[in-house]
């Protein structure tokens, strides 16, 4: 069964620009997580989809934001980049949320911002 | 409000001595606990969680943990270590009030294995 898959892989952007990330989960997985990995502030949650519905939100600013489509995909927005937002956005699936199940993360995109 | 902590930045280890990375939590409800080990330039890895049940976890890679619920503690271990374990280890919590797709993680502990 194939892993969850991330593209790009990586993504140099400027200032002010705007970035969509995607995310294709394990075949059959219908919950999708996102979080932002930086050096100094560790792995972070960023938000949460099941059945395209948005579940949980991280602690972002609204310049993040994400959506969940009807075959699980999920994408994940950021507008008005930041130098700051550069960071590994790591994206991970899981079957159910409803369950305590194992999440699987993808190899993740790397973000430079400039 | 939850938090995991890993109190050690980086572990040191001879290869085939026994390897310990420890965890300890806080959190209001039941604990459902994680280790996840990331290689340089990959995503995260599942090693093993404890959910409910026997207080020893057996997972990936020979790597086992133990969970404490009196010292809040989720330390995990492997009996003699590879120069392969080499890697940054993540201890991560989740609760069934944040919704199973929120996981907290540690700061995270590297791992040294010297042959």
């Known amino acids: 069964k194939a892993g969850v898959t991330q593209t790009p892989r990586y993504l140099i952007k400027t200032r002010g620009q705007q970035v969509t990330l995607s995310c294709s989960p394990i075949s059959g997985h219908r919950s999708v997580s996102w979080y932002q990995q930086t050096p100094g502030q560790g792995l972070q949650f960023l938000f949460e989809?099941?059945?395209?519905?948005?579940?949980n939100k991280g602690n972002f600013p609204g310049r993040f934001s994400g959506r969940q489509f009807s075959n699980s995909r999920s994408e994940m927005n950021v507008s008005t980049l930041e130098l700051g937002d550069s960071a590994l956005y790591l994206c991970?699936?899981?079957?159910?949320?409803?369950?305590?199940?194992?999440?699987?993360f993808g190899p993740g995109t790397r973000l430079t911002v400039l | 409000a939850q938090s995991v902590a890993q109190p050690e930045d980086q572990v040191n280890v001879a290869e085939g001595n026994p390897l310990t990375v420890k965890c300890t939590y806080s959190?209001?409800?039941?604990?459902?606990l994680f280790w996840y080990v990331q290689y340089p330039n990959r995503g995260l890895q599942f090693l093993l969680k404890y959910i409910t049940g026997d207080n020893l976890v057996k997972g990936s890679y020979g790597f086992e943990a133990e969970f404490n619920k009196s010292q809040t503690s989720f330390h995990l271990k492997k009996p003699s270590a590879l120069v392969s374990d080499s890697a940054l280890y993540f201890c991560?919590?989740?609760?069934?009030?944040?919704?199973?797709?929120?996981?907290?993680f540690g700061a995270g502990t590297q791992v040294v294995v010297t042959p």
């Open positions: 991970a699936s899981s079957r159910d949320s409803a369950l305590p199940d194992t999440q699987y």
């Open positions: 959190v209001s409800g039941n604990p459902y």
């Open positions: 989809y099941f059945s395209e519905t948005q579940r």
């Open positions: 991560a919590v989740s609760l069934l009030s944040d919704s199973w797709g929120k996981l907290q």
